[in-house]
């Protein structure tokens, strides 16, 4: 498996409606293995939101507000990454996925409310989680599972202060 680097860019985020959504967002982006998220908005309470979790949770998941989106893209094109839009209109994803998969670096753009055109074609995919519309959470989530054939679930988050231990019933934790 080669070791990708995967960054979520957040776009159309609306502080004030959008500040739950894209906070899980960012956290279902950390749980399932991407290294950070960029939001094209300026939004200090997500970023302390995440902040709060990598702190208790561990790892090194990184949010960053103010971000231009097309100098996000462009940097990030200009430094050998790939650009993967989660849009219904794409190309559905079992059918590009393989395509990806051997990618180092991707950006995963998701939108909030209508995405300007512009994106689908700055995009080097366009990738639909079916042709149904739902939302930017499960979509990111079934992206990355794909995207990682699974072994995302296994992950660890090095210099956790709480951690779970699997129980069959019940909550059990690690730390304070
Ligand atoms: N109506 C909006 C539009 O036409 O762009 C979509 C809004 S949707 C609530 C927010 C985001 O969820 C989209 O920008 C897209 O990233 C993601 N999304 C929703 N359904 C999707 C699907 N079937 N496949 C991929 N991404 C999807």
Redo the contacts with the bound molecule.
């Keep these: 498996m080669p070791a990708r680097e995967v960054v979520i860019l957040r776009i159309?985020h609306r502080p004030e409606r959008d500040q739950r959504v894209t906070t899980h967002v960012g956290l279902t982006g950390r749980a399932l293995g991407a290294a950070g998220m960029y939001l094209a908005a300026s939004d200090k309470g997500v970023v302390r939101s995440i902040a709060d979790v990598v702190g208790r949770w561990g790892g090194d998941f990184f949010c960053e507000d103010n971000v231009k989106w097309r100098s996000c893209i462009k940097e990030w094109k200009a430094s050998g990454g790939s650009v993967v839009?989660?849009?219904?209109?794409?190309l559905n994803l079992p059918d590009v996925v393989g395509e990806i998969r051997p990618r180092k670096k991707i950006l995963v753009?998701?939108?909030?409310?209508?995405?300007p055109g512009e994106i689908y074609g700055l995009s080097d995919y366009n990738?639909?989680?079916?042709?149904?519309?739902?939302?930017?959470i499960?979509?990111l989530a079934l992206?990355l599972d794909h995207l990682f054939s699974g072994e995302e679930l296994r992950n660890e988050f090095p210099g956790a202060q709480i951690r779970i231990v699997p129980s069959k019933a019940g909550k059990q934790t690690e730390g304070r």
């Excluded at 839009?85 to 794409?90: A, E, I, K, N, R």
């Excluded at 990738?127 to 930017?136: D, F, G, I, L, R």
């Design positions: 159309g839009h989660l849009t219904m209109y794409g753009i998701v939108g909030a409310e209508k995405v990738v639909a989680v079916t042709a149904q519309p739902h939302s930017e499960s979509s992206f």
